[in-house]
């Protein structure tokens, strides 16, 4: 089947039968509205006679997306989240349609295998093709010089947001937008969009719930799971949990994904031979979260638990708070990163945070820099020593000495292509689309050298994002959390363990709450290791639900 029969498939008289069992019919009129642009929480239509016909405005008129018949259905991922509707929908003639309900249709993609992959699969390339086409009403105001445009820029990008972006620097147009909407330079950024509000330089929280990103919380309900962070940690929890019965609530501060919806291509990761872009890999795991039927509120960031209550306290920044008996911590780490404007363009076309054989097949025969002074950029120096024609190895400080193995700073030393620069600090990245050359300065003299380089690692090491953890769970002394074996029995005598078990693997020192992925202390720092830690630990949560 193609591409464009697989986005618009035509559902069997067998499958529309079992779509009427949870809906209801009804007749349309010529003209009559179903949903319209900016509609959250729509309904799912399975056409019977007639024709629907789908547009985008744009400005007075209205573009066509297309037209469904007998047999096709309405919608596309909006369907499984809270997400406001990209285009409008209306009866072209006298006709009928069985409606149903966005809860009702969620129920029903989880007992009806056929059904859901029917469904889901038109939905993701239906979305994938607005995306591709552009098609929004949204513009997004800014300029390449603002942090806070390239903020929300990111955000709508990850959360596969279609937006039309324009620059007050250098797009002739804007003063026009800027002058219709009333808003002036310095309001930037800013999102217009023409079906009718206007946001001034707004929050990622203001711009979630206007986009319906994160749906509204019932703060009395006691869930039964609440995890924290959408990486592919927290996303494996989540996909299990809800797959096995489990009243699940994610929090994710900016976009399903984490670190790995940052990376290009992921070519390490079991079952995907020629790589898969993080987008992509999360995006299929949050439809998948959702079609079991968890909650996945995005642009909500917790700020601080309360374990001194049962069941646990969550508090979100916005003052809401939502109780819960049991927890996955999955916050990931932030690998620390240069304080350069153009970073976030180079990364991932030029800039790598890991040095593994796949990093090392891009830079065969290339000059190279890597900063850092620990022992993860002596290794990655010595391995790509080997298939780089020069490495250098930028360290801020006079040496190596007070930072890495002594046996790695003897290989370094005797690594011919090897060159150590001390005192040195990256000042710029230029390049076009990739990273193509890197300038630096020496911090004593002042000495600038600019070198023709098309990979850099940073290798500069995490910081957990753990400080909403604060006076709760234990944590190592980089800030990591302590689980399982790692608990030693005076860490729990400090927690005050009252179990007669010890904590179970990826238990915290505190019972039920758990921590999988790059947050936990000792984890290896990859993918696949944070989507099984995710999906071996809800086991565990049953196991912890039980003893409650
Ligand atoms: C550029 C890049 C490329 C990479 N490429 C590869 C690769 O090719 N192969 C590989 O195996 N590994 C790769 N890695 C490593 C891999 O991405 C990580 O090991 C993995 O993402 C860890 O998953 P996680 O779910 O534990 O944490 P993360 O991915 O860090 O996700 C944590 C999530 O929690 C959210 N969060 C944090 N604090 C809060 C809070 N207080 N409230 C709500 N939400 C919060 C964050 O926004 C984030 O989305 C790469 C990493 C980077 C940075």
């Known amino acids: 089947m193609d591409r464009a029969a697989q986005a618009f498939p035509k559902l069997t008289p067998a499958q529309i039968e079992r779509i009427s069992s949870i809906g209801h019919r009804r007749e349309v009129r010529p003209g009559e509205l179903l949903f319209d642009v900016g509609d959250q929480n729509t309904c799912f239509f399975v056409v019977v006679e007639g024709e629907i016909e789908i547009v985008r405005p744009s400005g007075d008129l209205e573009e066509p997306v297309v037209v469904h018949r007998a047999g096709e259905f309405t919608g596309e991922i909006n369907m499984l ?15 009928a349609v069985i409606a149903v309900d966005r809860d009702d249709l969620r129920a029903l993609v989880r007992r009806d295998s056929e059904l859901s992959e029917i469904l889901l ?33 990111e955000f709508l990008s990850r959360n596969g947001q279609p937006f039309l972006y324009q620059d007050v620097e250098t797009d002739p147009g804007v003063q026009v937008l800027l002058d219709r909407f009333h808003v002036g330079v310095n309001d930037v950024p800013v999102i217009v969009c ?52 489990l009243d699940v609530l994610v929090f994710e501060s900016t976009a399903p994904g984490g670190q790995a919806g940052t990376s290009s291509r992921i070519e390490n990761y079991l079952g995907f031979p020629t790589g898969i872009s993080g987008q992509a890999l999360s995006g299929r795991a949050l439809t998948q979260a959702e079609k079991f039927g968890a909650e996945v509120a995005i642009g909500r960031t917790v700020v601080r638990l309360d374990c001194d209550s049962r069941p646990y306290r969550i508090h979100l920044s916005d003052g809401q708070e939502v109780r819960t008996r049991t927890i996955v911590i999955a916050t990931g780490a932030r690998y620390r990163k240069l304080a350069l404007p153009s970073l976030a363009r180079f990364e991932g076309a030029g800039v790598l945070y890991s040095a593994t054989y796949l990093e090392g097949q891009l830079c065969k ?33 006079p040496g190596l000495a007070e930072s890495m193995s002594r046996y790695l700073i003897q290989r370094i030393e005797s690594t011919a292509n090897v060159v150590l620069r001390t005192r040195r600090e990256i000042e710029t990245l230029e390049g076009n689309d990739d990273l193509q050359r890197v300038r630096w300065r020496h911090l004593d003299t002042g000495e600038r050298e600019t070198r023709d380089i098309r990979h850099l690692f940073l290798m500069t090491g995490a910081d957990p994002n753990t400080g909403w953890l604060e006076g709760c769970v234990l944590l ?55 989507v099984g830690e995710g999906s071996i630990c809800v086991q565990l949560v049953h196991r912890a639900l039980h003893e409650l």
């Open 365 to 397: 025969d290339e000059e190279i820099a890597i900063v850092g002074g620990g022992n993860s950029a002596g290794q990655a120096a010595v391995f790509l020593s080997g298939i780089a024609e020069r490495v250098h190895v930028l360290v801020r400080g």
């Open 194 to 245: 023409r079906s009718g509000y206007v946001l001034k330089n707004p929050t990622v929280e203001t711009l979630a719930s206007q986009l319906g990103l994160t749906a509204e919380l019932d703060v009395k309900e006691v869930r039964d799971l609440v995890v924290v962070g959408a990486g592919p940690a927290g996303l494996a929890a989540a996909v299990y949990a809800a797959s096995e019965g």
């Open 476 to 530: 190592d002394d980089k800030r990591f959390v302590k689980t399982g074996a790692d608990l030693l029995p005076e860490d729990l005598a400090g927690a005050h363990w009252a179990l007669p078990r010890r904590p179970y693997l990826m238990e915290t020192s505190i019972p039920g709450v758990f921590c999988v992925g790059d947050a936990r202390s000792s984890s290896v720092k990859r993918v696949a290791s944070a």
């Open 81 to 95: 989240s809270a997400r406001r509707s990209l285009v409008r929908a209306r009866a072209v003639r006298d006709g």
């Open 121 to 153: 699969r038109a939905f993701i390339l239906r979305r994938v093709a607005l995306l591709a086409q552009n098609n929004s009403d949204m513009v997004l105001l800014g300029s390449h010089h603002s942090g806070s445009t390239q903020r929300i820029r």
